[in-house]
C-alpha cells in the first residue's frame, strides 16, 4: 500500500525544498513502505549516527546532502566519530582515514546538528518526554529512549535518521504504535541471588541473554530490584541491542510502561523464559574471548559514562594507581561536568585515561600491551575482538578496578553462585 | 513464516551463502573484502561479496546501513539478500546505495523456504512478487 502523504511531504519530494530535502523525503517514503507505515508523522527531535566514519559511501552521502542546501529542520544531536577532538594526541589510525572522519563530522555540523558527539545523547539536559515521537539512530539509545524514557523511535539506521531530521518526519511503524510496544516474550529471574543483582556485573549479562531470547521482538523482565539504576538499564539495553535486534524491553515495576506485568503485555498470553544463575554464567561466559587472569588494559564507559559512573570509577580508584592502562570513554558534556567536581581529582590522580567523543573500540586509541582487555560492557564486548582485535574478558566496574590494581583478572567468582 | 515481499526492488544473480544466525554488517562485515569478521558468528571467514545473502534478519547496529552501502560502494556487497523478516536497516542501506551509485541489491523477505547453501539462483525482486528460481 503506498504511503499517505501530506501537502507538506509533497512538496519537500517534488523539489520545492531543495534537492537534499527532495532527497531526504525519497528515502523516507520509500523506507517507510519497507517498514509498512501508512503515513508519516512528526518528530521532535533526532539523534543522528550516520556521522561515524565506515568508508567513502557515508562521506559521499553527506557531501550530496550538504551541496544539495541540506539543514536539520528539529534539534539533532551527534553520535560518536571515530576521532577524540577532545584529545587529537590519542589518535593511531590512518590520517588519510582521519581526515575523512572529521570532513564526515564538519558536514554534519554544516548541516546544523549539535556537535555532542556521544551515544548516550539520554545523558543531555534535554532528553525526550514520555510518549513523544523522536527519529533516534544508535542502537543502544533506541533501546533507551523506548525503554527508559517512554519515548517513541524505531531502530532507524544511518542515513534515515538525518533524513527525518531534515523533514522532521518519520514513517508511522513499529515503536511508534501502541501494540508493538507489547512484551511478547517474558524473561523472569529465577534463583538469582540479591547478591547477584547488588553488583553491576549481571546486568550487561542479562541484557546479552535477553538479545540471544528476543531477537527482533520486545520482551519484558521481571524480577529486577525496584530501585534498578538508569545505568543499568543501559547496561541491560546496550548488550540486547548488540547480540539482539532489541528496540525496546521493559522491566516490570521500573521502566515507565511497565508498572506490572499486565501492563507490559497487554494481558496476553506471554512465553516465559526462566533466567537462573546457571543460564546468566553461561552468558557472561559466550561474552569472554579469552581465559587465565592475564591482563593487558581495562576499557570502561561503553555506552558513555554516566556522571554517576565516573564518580564510582573515581571513588573505586582513590588512593589506587593501576598496573595497566585504564579507559573511560563519555561524552564531552558529561566530562564538563565531571571536571567541576571534586572528586574528579582522583581520576586524574590515577591516571585514568578519558577517551570522548569516540570509543576506544571504533578506532585504535588504547595503548595495548599484551593480554586481554577487561570491560564492564556487554556491548564493547561482543564488537570489540573484530573491531580492534582484541581477547575480552567481562566484569563489574568494581572487578574492573581490582583487576587494574593488580594488574591481572580478579573477579569474584562467589556472586555467581545459585540462589 | 512472513509473507514473501520485496524490499528494495531489482534482479540479480549469484551462488547462495546461507546464514544460520542474523548478523549485523556493521561489526560483522569487513567492507574492504566482504568476509564475515563476527567472532561469535558460525560463519565467521565466509565471504558475502556476490552472494546471494540468505539469513534470518539483521542483528544490532544501526551503523549496518552505511556498511552495507559501502560494500556496494567497494564491490564487496551481496549480489542480494533474501531475509525471513523484515530489515529496515539492511533494506535502507540497499535504497541509499542506489541512490549514490546507480547500483541496485535487490532485498526482500522470502516466505517459503529459501535457497539451499551454494544453489545458484536469480532473485526477482518487483513490487507484485518475488521469484527465486535456479
Redesign the interface.
Known sequence: MPVELSEADRSRLSGDHGEAAA?AM??LV??AG???AERLIDVASAHV??C?Y?????L??AE?LVSGGARVSVPTTLNVSSLDLLHPERGRGDPAAAANARRQMDLYVAMGCRPTWTCAPYQLPQRPSFGQHVAW???NA?VFCNSVLGART????????VCAAIAGRAPLAGLHLDDERRARLVLRLDGVTPRLLASDAPYPVLGHLL?REA??AVAAIAGLPPDTSEDRLKAIGAAA?????VGMFHAVGITPEAPTLDAATGGDETPVVAVTPERLRAARD?LA?ATGDELGAVSVGTPHASLAELERVAGLVAGRRPLVPFYVNTGRDVLAEAERRDWFASLQAAGIEIVTDTCTYLTPVMDLGRGTVMTDSGKWA??A???IGVDVVIGGLEECVASAAAGRVVRDESIWADG | MAEARTLVAGSARGPALVLDEPLSFWGGIDPATGEVIDVRHPQRGANVAGRVLVLPSGRGSSSSSSVLAECVRAGTAPAAIVLSETDPILALGAIVARELYGRTIPVVVSGARGPRDGDVVTVRAEAAGVEIVG
Open positions: 532527497l525519497r528515502i520509500e523506507t519497507v517498514m509498512g549516527d550516520g561515524l565506515h568508508g567513502l559511501a557515508g559521499e552521502f550530496r539512530a544508535e542502537s533506541i524505531n531502530r532507524y539506521g544511518d542515513f534515515i535518521d538479545g531477537g527482533t541491542a548488540s547480540s539482539g535486534s559466550e574471548t561482543w564488537y575482538p573484530a573491531n
